[in-house]
């Protein structure tokens, strides 16, 4: 019911700033948060930072201070600005969006496909 593509990913040297973007289609009714989350090589799959439909954002301890979430609820697009990029940020990044119920109460994740971002040194 929701597709997610994300994009803007590319190279970046350390110190350097990247903006990414994920644009959904689809119905986004019952659409109750938009998020970001990342795979570095060889790693889990870690949040990066969340946002509610009233606007609260929430970010991972590793990116509190660099980064920052914005989703446009009339364009149905989220954004991630990532300052201050490290070595370490360096992970495929995807887009989600979580869509929940009443009735039946359950919930469901929408995911895109990742946008890699590379960050050197």
């Known amino acids: 019911q929701v597709q997610l593509v994300e994009s803007g990913g590319g190279l970046v040297q350390a110190g350097g700033s990247l903006n990414i973007s994920c644009t959904a289609s689809?119905?986004?009714?019952?659409?109750?948060?938009m998020g970001w989350y990342r795979q570095p090589p060889e790693k889990e799959r870690e949040m990066v930072a969340t946002?509610?439909?009233?606007?609260?954002?929430t970010y991972g301890d590793s990116v509190k201070g660099r980064f920052t979430v914005f989703r446009d609820h009339a364009k149905n697009t989220l954004y991630l600005e990532m300052n201050n990029l490290k070595p370490e940020d360096t992970a495929v990044y995807y887009c989600?969006?979580?869509?929940?119920?009443?009735?039946?109460?359950?919930?469901?994740?929408?995911w895109g496909r990742g946008a890699r971002v590379t960050v050197s040194s």
């Open positions: 989600n969006a979580r869509k929940y119920y009443n009735s039946p109460n359950h919930g469901y994740d929408y």
């Open positions: 689809g119905s986004m009714f019952n659409i109750v948060a």
């Open positions: 946002i509610t439909n009233g606007g609260t954002a």
